[in-house]
């Protein structure tokens, strides 16, 4: 180890879902700290701007366009990363959602409305870690972005939260049975944070909605994207070498999600007055 701690110079990172909220904050960190970054995602428009953030920042960076819910797209993005760079050192699964559209309360989740979510969260985080291993030939680090929703109940987003623990219970088991591959495999949990994406669904445009949340962090205040991606950056680096099977959670303090027990009685009395009117 010499040089500045956590300088990622000649290191290549992948990051899925690197276009846009808080895959672009890793990207960007990524970038300051140097790396060779693999910036990938669907919408060509933002993966070209988070591209030019890099390009302006000065890091190394290529776009490979990836719908992580198709195994070719997955094994193409390790495949164009390993032509372009020689190796991948890290990979950062963090896309991930629950569209609206596909959460509810649980008594009426369809088995489509599962499957998106579960799927998208689960099972393709998992076949990333699988191709991302496997092109790993040095040993590596692959960082799973799950959520605090993991260890909580989650009224209304009930398979999403099931869908990241079950990230967080495989992160432990990769961990144990890459251990010998030289391959660390960690979680990082954020709070909420505010994205883009989270603006337009309306979830935080409410004054009273966005204090309810700012209410269960002992720091005050919601994330921002630029707060979980220097965790992502420290996982990556050879400062954490010893670290494997980690979650870290990254949330201003707030372990107890005060509330949602009352915003279940609130849907709950919003549902009931629907039906009878
Ligand atoms: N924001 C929060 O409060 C919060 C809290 C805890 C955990 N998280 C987790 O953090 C991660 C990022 O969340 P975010 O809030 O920044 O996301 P977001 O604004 O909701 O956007 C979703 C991200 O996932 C990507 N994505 C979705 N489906 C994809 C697919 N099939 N193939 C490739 N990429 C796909 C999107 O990229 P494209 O649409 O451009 O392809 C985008 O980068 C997710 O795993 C999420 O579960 C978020």
């Not at 579960?118 to 998992?126: A, R």
């Not at 799973?144 to 909580?152: D, E, G, I, K, Y």
Request: with cysteine; aromatic share 4%.
């Amino acid at each position: 180890m010499g040089g500045h701690l956590f300088d990622l110079s000649g290191k290549t990172v992948v990051v899925t879902g690197g276009g846009r909220g808080i895959g672009r904050g890793i990207v960007r960190a990524l970038a300051r700290a140097n790396a060779n970054i693999v910036i990938s995602g669907r919408g060509a428009g933002p993966l070209a701007e988070t591209a030019e953030e890099v390009a302006s920042i000065g890091a190394p960076a290529i776009v490979v366009p990836c719908d992580v819910t198709r195994m070719a797209d997955l094994q193409h993005l390790a495949d164009a990363a390993l032509d372009r760079f020689g190796a991948i050192h890290g990979w950062i699964n963090n896309a991930g959602s629950a569209s609206p559209g596909d959460v509810g309360p649980l008594i009426g989740i369809t088995e489509q409305q599962w499957d998106a979510v579960v799927d998208l969260n689960l099972k393709w985080t998992f076949f990333a870690c699988q191709i991302a291993a496997k092109a790993m030939t040095d040993g590596g680090s692959i960082v799973n972005v799950t959520s605090r929703s993991a260890s909580q109940p989650n009224p209304m987003t009930g398979q999403y939260g099931a869908a990241k623990a079950g990230v967080e219970n495989l992160t432990a088991t990769m961990a144990v049975e890459w251990g010998h591959m030289g391959i660390r495999v960690n979680g990082i949990a954020p709070g909420v944070v505010v994205t883009e994406q989270r603006l337009s669904e309306g979830s935080m445009k409410s004054e009273s909605r966005r204090q309810r949340q700012i209410d269960t962090v002992p720091l005050r205040r919601l994330g921002v994207v630029d707060d979980v991606g220097p965790l992502a950056v420290y996982l990556v680096s050879d400062e954490a070498q010893w670290i494997s099977g980690a979650i870290v959670p990254v949330n201003g303090g707030s372990r107890v999600p005060v509330g949602y027990l009352s915003y279940l009685h609130h849907v709950n009395e919003r549902m009931k007055a629907k039906e009878s009117a």
